[in-house]
Structure formats: structure tokens, C-alpha cells
């Protein structure tokens, strides 16, 4: 079953606006972006999915996605996705490209 916004008063009174939520999902939204940096990912702007409390970002490189989660289940972490855990497979070429060229 697909959850709503946190089914908050805002939601509730159908006045629900992406920015009622921006203090909360703010910080996730950064630290998604830094891990996703760190691992040489380019991240596009996250994008809220339609009755849900979660935006997505892709890896503008591979495509890969970082997501956030404002009200994940217990067992669900805020913050995930393969662009927050794995090096950008783009990167990593560019890298093997340039190390075959600075041989040649």
C-alpha cells in the first residue's frame, strides 16, 4: 500500500505544498547528494513522487537513482539508492580511459 505525505493536517486539509515539508527534507536531500558525490555521481534536482513522501534524483553520468524517504517503514532507511552506495560506473570509465591514455 503506497503511503500518503504523512498523511499530515496539511495533507488532510488538500493545502499540501512541497515546501511545507522543506526543513525536514532538506538535510536528507544534502547528505543524499554529498554520498552520491563522493562516489563520483552528478545528481539531477529530486523530484517528489506523487502521493508519496519521496523524491528521487538520478546520476545525470550513469543514471543510477538517490532517493529520500520522509517516512520510511522501521526497517527502511531514509536515505537510499544505488547512486548513494555505489562509485558512478561513468566515472569509473572516464578514470580508465584517462589512465589508458596517459600510457599511450
Known amino acids: 500500500m503506497k503511503k500518503v505525505c504523512k498523511d499530515c493536517v496539511v495533507w ?6 512541497t515546501e511545507f ?6 538535510p536528507l536531500m544534502e547528505k543524499a547528494r554529498q554520498s552520491a558525490e563522493q562516489g563520483g555521481h552528478t545528481l539531477t534536482e529530486f523530484v517528489k513522487l506523487k502521493g508519496r ?3 528521487q534524483a538520478r ?3 550513469c543514471g543510477w ?3 529520500i524517504n ?3 517503514s522501521p526497517n527502511e532507511a531514509c536515505i537510499y539508492g544505488e547512486a548513494v ?3 558512478c560506473r561513468e566515472t569509473d570509465a572516464e578514470k580508465g580511459r584517462t589512465a589508458a591514455e596517459a600510457e599511450e
Open 65 to 67: 537513482l538517490a532517493a
Open 21 to 26: 515539508c522543506l526543513p525536514e527534507r532538506q
Open 53 to 55: 513522501p519521496v523524491w
Open 70 to 72: 520522509l517516512d520510511p
Open 85 to 87: 552506495v555505489v562509485s
Open 59 to 61: 546520476c545525470a553520468r
Open 12 to 17: 488532510l486539509l488538500s493545502g499540501c505544498r
